[in-house]
């Protein structure tokens, strides 16, 4: 066999060996995504009822948080009622002196 026949019989058998890897890893890709897909298809309910717990427990931190607004201003309304009730009576103390 000559240098040139040698040549090609290698680059060919390099070929072929790269092919199949194509082809293995291409498989394991493949099996890899069904896999994923299977647990997915597994998991999204389990998904859905913690997005919607999620969702729940955010809308009740708001309610909380406005119920808390209402309570801070019902209390600085107060605050400032008394506050000017003060003002009225000491305004008028000092005007007895």
Not at 56 to 71: C, E
């Amino acid at each position: 066999m000559s240098v040139e026949s040698v040549s090609l019989v290698v680059i060919a058998v390099c070929m072929v060996v790269i092919a199949v890897a194509v082809v293995v890893v291409a498989a394991g890709i493949l099996s890899f995504l069904k896999r994923l897909g299977e647990f997915l298809d597994r998991t999204e309910p389990e998904i859905s009822e913690v997005a919607v717990t999620v969702k729940d427990t955010v809308d009740a931190v708001k309610d909380t948080v406005d119920s808390l607004k209402g309570t801070v201003s019902s209390f600085v309304e107060s605050f400032n009622v008394a506050l000017s009730v003060f003002r009225f009576f000491n305004s008028r103390k000092k005007k007895k002196k």
